[in-house]
């Protein structure tokens, strides 16, 4: 069954803590993106990946780091740095059908702050 | 600035009925927009992609317009579903079609009531 898994589905963090949103997908996307939604607004970038051991910052990186050491894998950390971090996180792969891509979303995150 | 607005913000219709959601944008080069429907708590999926020739698509009871003149989409909905109960978001891409080349509008969200 293939897909795009985040875990875990809430999380809660305290003052001064770090903590890390796990994104993991099966299809063979070379691609994946980190993205974060607050209500009412659009999603905003946070970083992305095109390939194995290579990210670039996005709109928004600040307060945040991730990693690609596999291809399947492309966790988010969210750091003490990151002064507002509530928000709905969602993470998505991508994979091209002729001229476009097409972007697969995971079911997202919820991060509130203790 | 790229932008994508999105109207209204929110929408209740009863179930059955036919509605139409707005997205006006200022992104340029311009590629393609996309619609997506978001279940609360979920993420988003792939309604319709739009390249600039394209005036029309549909896909089952959607039917995604474009005018790439004015810079305008419409999201039609056909004989409304309980299952609708969603938020819609267009998304526009630039010109190389990128998905960290992607401006998300903040989303209609919609309530069909029974």
């Known amino acids: 069954d293939g897909g795009i898994t985040q875990s875990p589905k809430y999380l809660f963090r305290k003052e001064g803590q770090n903590v890390t949103l796990s994104c993991e997908q099966n299809?063979?996307?070379?691609?994946m993106y980190w993205y974060r939604q607050d209500p009412g607004q659009g999603l905003r970038l946070i970083y992305y990946s095109q390939i194995v051991n290579d990210f670039q910052k996005g709109d928004i990186a600040e307060g945040y780091s991730v990693s690609r050491e596999k291809k399947e894998s492309f966790p988010l950390t969210v750091t003490s740095a990151q002064k507002n971090p509530t928000a709905f996180y969602l993470c998505?792969?991508?994979?091209?059908?002729?001229?476009?891509?097409?972007?697969?979303f995971g079911s997202g995150t919820q991060l509130s702050v203790l | 600035k790229n932008q994508v607005e999105q109207s209204p913000q929110s929408l209740i219709i009863l179930e059955g009925k036919n509605c139409t959601l707005q997205?006006?944008?200022?992104?340029?080069?311009?590629?393609?927009l996309r619609w997506y429907k978001q279940d609360t708590g979920r993420g988003p999926v792939s309604l319709t992609i739009?390249?600039?020739?394209?005036n029309t698509k549909s896909n089952g009871r959607y039917t995604a317009t474009l005018d790439a003149d004015t810079k305008q989409s419409s999201l039609h909905i056909t004989a409304s579903q309980l299952s609708d109960s969603a938020s819609y978001i267009c998304v526009v891409s630039l010109n190389n079609n990128a998905g960290n080349m992607l401006t998300f509008g903040g989303g209609t969200r919609l309530m069909v009531k029974p």
């Open positions: 299809l063979n996307h070379d691609a």
């Open positions: 739009m390249t600039f020739s394209e």
């Open positions: 997205c006006n944008y200022t992104v340029s080069p311009f590629s393609n």
């Open positions: 998505a792969s991508s994979a091209w059908d002729r001229v476009d891509e097409k972007l697969f």
